[in-house]
């Protein structure tokens, strides 16, 4: 078998097992400790991080957010009211599923404001 069929093969079976352990376990953290610059462009995350540098809330994700989109990877949409987290500064998100860190993303820092909601999408890519 060439490698592009075990690849086309392996992926549906990677991403069910993938969307049945992350129902129901998942979470979005939200923190004010994202790296950036000065210019507040967002750098890299740290090797080897897996906590956000600075956690202030943490939050279930609907199982109707998480999603297999049309090229077989996986979106999760990590949401915020808009009583959520008002006043605070936003400048890294996470997902976590059963306690351990998944996905981490660092941005601009971002006041939250009570007139709006939040929200963060990653994709999964298998």
Known sequence: MSKVSSTVLLKPLLVSLFLAE?????T???GDGGRHDVDNNPLP??????????QLFEKAIAIEDM???????????ARLAQDEMVGDTISEVGIKVSGSIIAIRNSAPKLKQDDEEFENMITFIF
Do not use: S
Request: charged share 25%.
């Open 22 to 26: 992350i129902d129901g376990n998942t």
């Open 45 to 54: 995350i740290a090797d080897g991080q897996v906590a956000l540098n600075n």
């Open 67 to 77: 999603v297999e989109d049309d090229d077989g990877n996986v979106r999760i949409t």
């Open 28 to 30: 979005g953290v939200y």
